[in-house]
């Protein structure tokens, strides 16, 4: 079976070769193909993935190429994780947006319409190629903003790509282990969109355990969401929300520890990534030290700015493991080649699960996964201030969708305008401008 990474000089890539690296059952992938436009990236990860495989009898094999169409041809399964503009782009989304007081991360708010209006355009291109290409074979993306790429992708793909993110899974991990459940017995009971959804319920032996953990001030306190949110915030909402809704429930905090950091996250992961990519092109670097060296401080200093606006210092050792974006694709992967059924929360098309949003919007919800694909689960509806949040933040997701098939300048202010942690129409407008002109990809809305 033949996986074909695109952005396969990423830095994640690892993780995802590690994990095929354990796989040893029939209809394992035996072939990776690793895509990428930088061939100095392509060589460094090649050479990560080489010390990975050595040792192992029957790793995959591993090729890499800057051919789009030459990765794509007699591919199974393709997994999407580009970065349109690199971390140059995501850097000057944060400064930009920061620079008129408002949010610029890189899937929230306006850093992440202006990542949205630069990848959605490379997004549609490779869908239809690999409509062209690989018609049978089974997308799944990384690429964020997750959501918005997804449903991009999907206008081409139709149920045949999948969008994937590991936070649903680490928050449900993480509540688990605090009420000592095993998480891989336990149901999540999550709803939303990408980085802005709530895990509302954790079910184990069909009762939900959730309600204990509410009610229980030193447990609340004692994980990540608890801390970031505080307990009271957890109780008045009922909830535990993904960690990315700190920026919408303490925007003017997260503003301000964003504002006055060294460094925004962009530019920190910028300058370290770079020094990694530089120290990768001497040939006698242990390529595989090199990454687990850097892979572990990009890990510690995670959402660094909102803990600090928190005030809760360092994250817990505990804490550090995510859900595991590699082991969410694998259990994917596996569900589909080999009728693995599993559940697992994905971003998948609507249908009729939530039914303040139309059929073809992307949600992230729990799916039952089998050989035809992924299929979402009934949810309970979503209370009033949820539904506000998601239905804003959809409309917003249109517009960029609207104004890249359009073109239109006016859109794309608008997408901005209405997105709810951008205040004024002026400032969306100065947005666009200062967007525009820094980044070569949106040259279409200069005009």
Avoid at 283 to 295: F, K, Q, V, Y
Avoid at 406 to 421: E, N
Wanted: glycine content about 10%; hydrophobic content about 45%.
């Amino acid at each position: 079976m033949k996986l074909t990474i695109l952005g396969g000089g990423g830095f994640r890539v690892p993780l995802v070769y590690g994990a095929l690296l354990g796989d040893h059952a029939e209809g394992r992938v035996t072939h990776v193909t690793l895509y990428d436009l930088d061939e100095g990236r392509l060589s460094a990860i090649a050479r990560v993935l080489a010390d990975q495989a050595e040792g192992v009898p029957d790793a995959p094999e591993v090729t890499a190429t800057t051919e789009l169409d030459e990765a794509l041809r007699g591919a199974d399964f393709v997994f999407s994780a580009i970065r349109v503009g690199g971390l140059e782009g995501r850097a000057a989304d944060e400064r930009i947006a920061l620079d008129e007081g408002v949010l610029g991360q890189e899937t929230v708010g306006a850093g992440g319409i202006a990542y949205g209006l630069r990848t959605v355009p490379v997004a549609v291109r490779i869908a239809r190629r690999i409509a062209e290409l690989a018609p049978d074979a089974w997308v799944i993306n990384f690429t964020n903003p997750a959501g918005l790429v997804t449903e991009a992708m999907s206008r081409v793909l139709g149920d045949r790509v999948i969008g994937i993110c590991d936070s649903p899974v680490g928050l449900g991990r993480r509540v688990a282990r605090v009420l000592g459940a095993n998480p891989d017995e336990a149901w999540i009971d999550y709803v939303g969109l990408n980085h802005l959804g709530w895990l509302r319920g954790l079910r184990v032996g069909g009762q939900d355990v959730l309600p204990r953990l509410l009610a229980d001030e030193e447990k609340l306190g004692s994980f990540e969401e608890g801390r970031l949110f505080g307990p009271d915030w957890l109780r008045s909402l009922g909830a535990v929300p993904n960690e990315y809704l700190h920026y919408y429930y303490f925007n003017r905090e997260a503003v301000h520890a964003y504002r006055t950091a060294e460094r925004t996250r962009g530019a920190y992961l910028r300058d370290q990534q770079g020094a990694f990519y530089q120290e990768m092109g001497k040939p006698d670097t242990p390529a595989l030290d090199a990454w687990h060296r850097t892979l572990a401080d990009r890990e510690a200093t995670y959402m660094a700015a909102n803990r600090e606006a928190a005030g809760i210092g360092e994250r817990d050792e505990e804490d550090l493991e995510s859900g595991g974006y590699e082991k969410v694709a694998l259990a994917l992967m596996r569900a589909i080649a080999r009728n693995e059924r599993t559940t697992l929360i994905l971003n998948v098309r609507n249908g009729s699960t939530l039914s303040v949003l139309d059929a073809d919007a992307v949600i992230e919800v729990p799916c039952f996964v089998d050989a035809n694909g992924a299929h979402p689960v009934s949810v309970a509806p979503l209370p009033y201030h949820a539904v506000g949040l998601v239905t804003a933040v959809k409309a917003v997701e249109r517009e960029v969708l609207a104004a890249v098939e359009s073109g239109s300048r006016a859109t794309a202010v608008k997408a901005f305008a209405l997105h709810p942690l951008v205040d004024s129409v002026a400032v969306a407008r100065r947005l666009v401008e200062g967007y525009t002109a820094e980044h070569p990809g949106l040259a279409w809305l200069r005009s």
